[in-house]
């Protein structure tokens, strides 16, 4: 378990912490807030926990013939921003990708 101390103006240190919150490779467990009156400071100490076996998500998307895709994405961070719309965004790979070859087409499509 790490032990995590986020200090900062309140309008800076709220998102940011919503934003790790949203990645499923962190864990919080315990938060303790405490605030600075007067001053729009704030500092939150918590516990969190890295989970890699949770780095890589199998997106599910259905399509309207009823049909399934399923892609693997890394790092995936999933927000709802209004009723039922909803975003994913995350690292897509290729395993078979071979890197040796990656210059040589980088160079032939200049």
Known sequence: MIKLQ???KTHQ???FLC????????E??????QETVGDSRICVTCEVDLQPSRRVK??????????EIRMPLLDVI???IEE????????SFDIFADRKKEPEIMAQAK
Not at 28 to 33: D, L, S, T
Not at 84 to 91: P, S, T
């Open 58 to 67: 199998i997106i599910h998307l259905r399509t309207q013939d009823g049909g």
């Open 84 to 91: 039922g719309r909803k975003i994913l965004a995350g690292k």
């Open 6 to 8: 986020v200090e900062g």
């Open 28 to 33: 919080f467990h315990q938060e303790r807030v």
């Open 19 to 26: 934003d790790l919150k949203q990645r499923a490779l962190i």
């Open 13 to 15: 240190v709220e998102p």
């Open 78 to 80: 999933y927000a709802e």
